[in-house]
């Protein structure tokens, strides 16, 4: 059928007459499929670094909170690389335990579904477990967390012996350390290549890291700018319990921009 339609595309397009085929249906189905999955990975990719950002954030909670237990550790001859080791591992059993849940969730929701919309599909969908899948997901889950752990866990290798005796002694932790640039930068370089697998087109890759990076940078701002306003005009009149509310906005250890 394609082969006589195609010396006729000439004269029906000047006839301004559109012309089908099986074959070219087809294509058209698979192509959108594969640009449907496609977007969808990238929906997912992103709700993935959403919640990457929030293990950061309950990771740096932990930190502080743990400051002093570092501190005992430096005290008993543990370096700074260890004690960030010994944390980082415990980090990193945890994020492949979630990734390994999530991975099992996503396996039976697959295998449920189709059943449970049986009744409504008008086809037969047939489905199966893909292990390549499986583990890219367990792979991309647990690299994401762990180099978002380490951005807050990274603090660790800095802190004193002195917090011991000083627990207001912050000097150690407070100060600029180039490797959160290093790891900020895998990150990135990860996001982009993850879009590259996606897409196929380094222009589209890199479109959507900048994109990425514009989002979160608005919803950063949107925080410090929250942040600012409540200091600068914090409503004094209001009742006690939404003056205590609003001022957890900005006191120390806030994770206001974070969310």
Do not use: H
């Not at 866990?153 to 002694?169: D, E, G, M």
């Amino acid at each position: 059928m394609a082969a006589t339609i195609k010396p006729l595309e000439a004269r029906l397009e000047a006839s301004n007459i559109d012309s089908d085929t099986v074959a070219s249906r087809q294509q058209q189905t698979g192509r959108a499929f594969r640009d449907l999955t496609r977007f969808l990975s990238l929906v997912a990719f992103v709700a993935l670094l959403l919640g990457c950002v929030g293990v950061a954030s309950a990771v740096n909670l932990y930190v502080q909170e743990k400051l002093a237990s570092v501190a005992v550790l430096r005290c008993l001859g543990a370096s700074g690389r260890q004690a960030l080791l010994i944390y980082l591992i415990q980090t990193s059993g945890l994020g492949l335990l979630g990734a390994i849940i999530g991975a099992a969730l996503g396996a039976v929701v697959q295998l449920v579904l189709p059943k449970v919309l049986g009744s409504f599909l008008p086809v037969a969908v047939s489905v199966a477990v893909s292990p390549g899948a499986v583990a890219i997901g367990l792979v991309t889950g647990l690299a994401m967390a762990v180099l978002f752990a380490l951005l807050p866990l990274l603090s660790i290798r800095r802190v004193s012996p002195l917090r011991v005796l000083r627990a207001s002694f912050d000097e150690d932790t407070t100060a600029p350390d180039p490797l959160r640039g290093l790891v900020l930068a895998v990150v990135l370089l990860f996001i982009v290549a993850f879009a590259y697998a996606q897409t196929r087109d380094w222009k589209q890759a890199l479109g959507f890291a900048a994109g990425l990076l514009v989002a979160l940078g608005a919803l950063a701002g949107l925080g410090l700018g929250l942040r600012f306003l409540l200091r600068r005009y914090f409503p004094v009149g209001w009742s006690y319990v939404a003056r205590q509310g609003l001022a957890n906005l900005f006191r120390p250890q806030n994770q206001t921009v974070t969310l």
